[in-house]
């Protein structure tokens, strides 16, 4: 039985070793001594002993048996050699009473090299062992801003807490967000039996993952693993059967797909203007009549954001009376969202539309299982090809905000009320800096968080003594406040000068027109697996500024002027010089921000007088918006 073993594992070697010599690849194994880095740039940490997985066995520690093995580790030297005699005895104890005796091999950059034991290696991957205990000394090479390198530092802080070490990612900060996905702290060590559950849950999932495409997407089944209990959740995924396991697997392919792209989202600056020809136009049928649902977060008497949006939907039934009829849901909690989206369906809504980011999970589970409703979320910068999101642009109206305020503080200084440190809340407090600073260049931006705990921040307002606030962008039906837009404080009493407009209406309006003449799917590129991302601005009738009657007829003429630059896209709000708190972001006098760097802007002005606050500042019910979009934890 040992010969025949010995002849099967020949012939993979060879068809190994010739595979990889025509290809222009080392055909023999890789050896840990010619690249390692030069000595004194690396350091040796013992392990001791360490369960490793087989799969991620590369090579040997040095060049004495390196020539042995074909790169796939099965043998290469003929049967009548004495290391084949020795082989043969190892698969024979292998089958009569298992290989117990611990390899002894060096980990670098998460793979593993046989420095003593490389033929038990090459028996126990022919017979298809997963791992083997091995006395194992880590090379931990010198901190460098490679990205691989930025990773396995992230792996090896993982490790210690883990001491998982089969799983891997190609994208940063991917550790720290599994460590939270399987309900752990940031420095919560785990227990045997978590590890053990990790294990049984990963190696299943994995295994259908494998198995569901053809081809596989060129990342690793860590980064695919993240993604899906990201989505549907780690308890959930462990309850799942094989079959639950493989049809979700399945399902979910697009959004494996779209992880190999670098920029996974694709932003639409515009509507879509193309249309139909005219003969496709003249042979549609009339369409039916089109059942839309909105689902809010809170109600709409105490929420101006969820007021924004019932706007959006009444104009809708007054611009489509015949053609679309709507319906909504308010009060929608995580606990409900999916039995909310469920109705939905249920009703015969062919258009969903979930309007806060902490709805995008469910949204895109909805979307997965029901495939012929169309499921979008208002949220900028995320990731799924299931759904398309939607935001505004709203920094271009900020920049106008900025604009007036610097114009009008009499002391120079301006204090903002930011609710979520969120893409999109930091470009909006970005532009109205640099708008105040283009009217008033001594103007500082005094930046305030409604969302951080323990904090008054009227009285953090006062303190600072600011001429003009910019508050909450519009008011909330039940409060009757003034206290929105950017106002002198007068007494203690808010005197507006302008706020910011969201027009859903105009948003929801022009997508709709889309679906009802043909052209939804040409957003849709078939060449790409990028997710798709609304992103509209004042070009788009979505976003706009209204001054009030107290502001000064030449600052109306300025934000005129300015407006119209804008939306005709002679000018950008972050064109120019840029420098942020920390230092130039932009020396390019002629260069502008891309619209992928402006969504993602981690950065705060240098006028800006405040800070990004990390999460554990935040008040319970910020955390979370903060945990789907939040600047700090996207950056890892």
Same mark, same amino acid.
């Given at each position: ?34 690249? /390692? ?9 013992? &392990? !001791?002993?360490? @369960?490793?997985?087989? $799969?991620? %066995? ?41 290989i117990h005796t611990p390899v002894k091999a060096y980990e670098y950059m998460n793979k593993f090299y046989i420095e003593e ?43 210690? /807490? ?9 994208? &940063? !900060?991917?550790? @720290?967000?599994?460590? $939270?996905? %399987? ?119 105490s929420s101006a954001w969820t007021y924004a949006h019932e706007l959006g939907r009444l104009h809708l039934e007054q611009t ?11 009060g929608v909690t995580q606990e409900n969202i999916d039995a909310t989206l469920e109705d939905a369906v249920a009703k015969g ?288």
């Amino acid at each position: 039985m040992g010969q025949s073993s010995y002849e099967k594992a020949y012939k993979l070697g060879k068809k190994d070793y010739q595979y990889r010599a025509m290809h222009g690849m080392l055909p023999t194994l890789e050896v840990l001594d010619d690249i /390692l880095p030069p000595r004194g740039s690396y350091s040796e940490v013992p &392990l !001791g002993l360490v @369960q490793i997985p087989l $799969e991620q %066995v590369a090579g040997t520690k040095t060049n004495g048996r390196s020539n042995a093995f074909s790169g796939n580790f099965m043998p290469i030297l003929k049967i009548d050699s004495e290391f084949a005699q020795k082989w043969i005895a190892l698969s024979e104890s292998h089958v009569n009473e298992g290989i117990h005796t611990p390899v002894k091999a060096y980990e670098y950059m998460n793979k593993f090299y046989i420095e003593e034991g490389n033929k038990r290696v090459s028996v126990m991957k022919f017979f298809g062992v997963v791992s083997a205990p091995g006395m194992v000394t880590r090379i931990v090479p010198r901190r460098t801003e490679e990205k691989e390198n930025k990773i396995y530092y992230e792996y090896m802080d993982f490790y210690e /807490l883990s001491k998982v070490n089969f799983i891997w990612f190609t994208k &940063l !900060g991917s550790f @720290q967000k599994l460590q $939270e996905a %399987v309900g752990k702290g940031p420095k919560e060590v785990w227990s045997h039996d978590d590890q053990l559950d990790f294990s049984s849950i990963y190696t299943r999932f994995k295994a259908e993952y494998q198995a569901a495409g053809d081809p596989i997407p060129s990342i690793t089944p860590g980064d695919a693993f993240l993604a899906f209990i990201t989505l549907y959740g780690y308890d959930e995924v462990r309850e799942k059967t094989v079959n639950e396991l493989r049809e979700l697997i399945s399902k979910s392919w697009e959004e494996f797909k779209m992880l190999e792209e670098d920029e996974e989202v694709e932003l639409k600056m515009d509507p879509n203007t193309e249309k139909k020809p005219l003969l496709s136009r003249l042979l549609q049928p009339s369409s039916p009549r089109l059942k839309v649902a909105f689902i809010y977060e809170k109600t709409v008497t105490s929420s101006a954001w969820t007021y924004a949006h019932e706007l959006g939907r009444l104009h809708l039934e007054q611009t489509f009376p015949e053609e679309v009829s709507t319906c909504y849901y308010d009060g929608v909690t995580q606990e409900n969202i999916d039995a909310t989206l469920e109705d939905a369906v249920a009703k015969g809504c062919d258009l969903i539309f979930t309007t806060t980011p902490v709805m995008v999970q469910a949204s895109v589970k909805a979307a997965i299982a029901n495939p012929k409703v169309r499921i979008l979320n208002c949220s900028v910068n995320t990731m799924h090809r299931y759904i398309r999101t939607y935001y505004s642009r709203m920094h271009e109206a900020k920049f106008l905000m900025g604009a007036i305020a610097g114009a009008m503080a009499e002391n120079n200084r301006l204090s903002y009320i930011a609710d979520y440190p969120i893409y999109g809340t930091i470009a909006n407090i970005n532009a109205f800096a640099l708008g105040a600073q283009m009217t008033n260049p001594h103007a500082e931006v005094y930046l305030e968080w409604s969302s951080v705990k323990d904090i008054d921040v009227m009285e953090n307002v006062k303190r600072t003594n600011s001429s003009c606030i910019s508050g909450k962008d519009m008011v909330i039906p039940e409060e009757g406040s003034r206290f929105f837009g950017i106002y002198h404080l007068e007494d203690g009493s808010p005197h507006n000068l302008a706020m910011p407009v969201w027009h859903w209406g105009k948003f929801y309006e022009q997508l709709i027109r889309t679906i009802m003449n043909g052209t939804w799917s040409y957003d849709d590129d078939p060449t790409t697996k990028k997710a798709i991302n609304y992103w509209w601005g004042m070009s788009a009738g979505v976003v706009d500024v209204i001054c009030s009657q107290n502001l000064p007829l030449g600052m109306k003429r300025l934000v005129k002027v300015l407006k119209k630059a804008i939306c005709s896209g002679n000018f950008n709000p972050f064109d120019g010089v840029l420098c942020s708190q920390n230092g130039i972001i932009q020396p390019d006098p002629q260069g502008v921000l891309s619209p992928e760097e402006i969504v993602t802007m981690d950065w705060l002005a240098d006028n800006v007088i405040g800070e990004i606050p990390p999460e554990d500042k935040l008040e319970e019910q910020s955390r979370a918006v903060v945990q789907q979009q939040g600047v700090e934890k996207k950056k890892g």
